[in-house]
């Protein structure tokens, strides 16, 4: 992940105005299987929106416009996006150690989903770590948004599914049985990584971005 996180910075990838906060389920044993596997008490069952009720781990990636993800935590699949969002933020704005992976804060904002929404959640995330985020609202918040501006910040996450289709199954992410902890923290690291500089030599190679297929037929 140094690698990954270096590259980002020598890119100066995080010189955008906003981040797009996304998480995703990442699978690690078929959940209709018996027993409690080989990552008990570290994945467990969860719902994700792309693939349905799952067993692994909840990861959740914040991307730049360009498809950079510049920094990335993981939890059980059980954990909700608050909470996970609430260690990213904390991580960043105060490095840990242990966490080396959440990277550094944007220099923006974060673009959001309604599963990070929350208005006291909101102002609790600016005060404590200078994060601010944008999402749709809760039905219950006095704030209503039109379906103009729900379609431009749909716009701005676009990104989003390109990037996970790409670190999900392009880099067969999706289809990693992880035995240990380390060994799923190792694959992802390095599957982020991979992607970071596939950005990044398209980039050198005056190519889109995220036009990996010519560099995946070498």
Known sequence: MAFALFLVEQTQAQSCLYEALDSSGIPTRDAKRRGTGWLAGQADIGWSNRIGWYEGVHLLTSITPTGVMTGFGFAPASCNDHALAETFFAARAQPTPPLPS????????????????????????????????????????????????????????????????????TFRLARERPHALDGLQARLAAKVALHTFCLWLNGQLGRDPLAFAELLEW
Request: hydrophobic content about 40%; aromatic content about 12%.
């Open 102 to 169: 959440v990277g550094v804060p944007a220099q923006g904002v974060y673009v959001a989903d309604k599963g990070f929404a929350g208005d006291s959640l909101h102002e609790r995330w600016q005060a404590q770590y200078g994060a601010t985020v944008v999402s749709p609202p809760h039905q219950r918040s006095k704030v209503r948004w039109s379906k103009a501006w729900r379609r431009w910040l749909a716009g701005l996450r676009q990104i989003i599914e390109s990037i996970y289709d790409k670190l999900l199954n």
